[in-house]
Structure formats: structure tokens, C-alpha cells
């Protein structure tokens, strides 16, 4: 529930900020899963 509190009162920028962190971390993961 926090999450979602956060999220809404978050403006676009911060949004697409939030999304870029997000993909980027995906690709870490995906980076790891690969490499083993």
C-alpha cells in the first residue's frame, strides 16, 4: 500500500524516473541470470 500511495502522489517525471530504474534493474537481473 505504500508503493501505490507513493506512486500517485509522484509527478511524470518522477514516474519515468521510477520506470528507468526499474527496466534497468530487470536488465541487471536478467544480466545475472544469464552470466551463471
Keep these: 500500500m505504500k ?6 502522489k509522484t ?3 518522477e514516474k519515468i524516473e521510477f520506470l ?3 527496466f534497468i534493474t530487470i536488465l541487471v537481473i ?3 541470470k ?3
Design 3 to 8: 508503493m501505490t500511495i507513493k506512486v500517485r
Design 11 to 13: 509527478n511524470k517525471k
Design 20 to 22: 528507468i530504474g526499474t
Design 30 to 32: 536478467l544480466g545475472f
Design 34 to 36: 544469464i552470466m551463471k
